[in-house]
């Protein structure tokens, strides 16, 4: 004989066990996509900045003072927008693409084609957007092939691939632009049948950037202008 208590328990275990069943689907992190020397080189310039500005700021003279605030204002939002900011995050539903100075969202469903010529692009609705988290270096993009000419003639069976050398299979012989590139290519492939990786672009512009830069420039204008 069971009681209700004995009821439920086993009710909350049969929908603990169904809910943890193999058919549950898996979620996963995003992969995010940065430009690590675009970031050092915003974080100097930041600090180069800074330094110069409140130091003319606290010892400046006259209108000293608010031209540094008016340059800090408009320039400081303007280096993180185009160095700390942008990232690519790409989940099982989405590629979200942060540049300068807007957000854009694209359903997998929605993304018809990426590709690395000079820059790095994705095609989506109709339109292009340029991913400037993954900076393409045509250097790093002819070292790549020449380690893989090498590795081309050292190989006498012709084992050697475009992307790996067959000494070193887990190596990936590419740039690490054309491998990002690779990796998105491969994601909305594979992702763009989900029920969630429907849907059309969504472009939201980063205010939070502009607005700033906007009142630093009407200041900065200001203030030469009364001088």
Request: aromatic residues 6%.
């Amino acid at each position: 004989m069971t009681s209700p208590d004995d009821d439920s328990a086993s009710t909350a275990s049969s929908s603990a066990s169904s809910s943890a069943s193999p058919s549950a689907p898996e979620t996963f992190s995003d992969r995010i996509y940065r430009s690590p020397s675009g970031i050092a080189g915003g974080v100097l310039l930041l600090a180069l900045s800074g330094w110069l500005g409140i130091d003319a700021m606290i010892r400046g003279e006259g209108r000293t003072p608010w031209l540094a605030l008016a340059g800090l204002l408009c320039a400081v939002p303007v280096v993180i927008a185009f160095t700390v900011r942008p990232s690519v995050h790409a989940g099982q539903d989405r590629l979200l693409v942060r540049n300068p100075f807007r957000t854009v969202t694209l359903p997998w469903a929605s993304v018809e084609g990426v590709r690395a010529g000079y820059t790095s692009e994705v095609l989506a609705g109709g339109a292009k957007y340029q991913l400037w988290a993954i900076p393409v270096s045509l250097r790093q993009r002819k070292r790549a092939a020449r380690h893989q000419a090498r590795a081309a003639s050292e190989d006498p069976f012709g084992r050697t691939s475009a992307h790996v050398s067959a000494n070193k299979p887990d190596e990936d012989r590419r740039a690490p632009s054309d491998v990002a590139m690779g990796d998105l290519r491969e994601m909305a492939e594979t992702n763009a049948h989900r029920e969630g990786a429907q849907g059309a672009p969504e472009v939201r512009w980063a205010f939070e950037i502009i607005a700033p830069t906007l009142a630093g420039a009407v200041l900065l204008a200001i203030m030469l202008a009364i001088g």
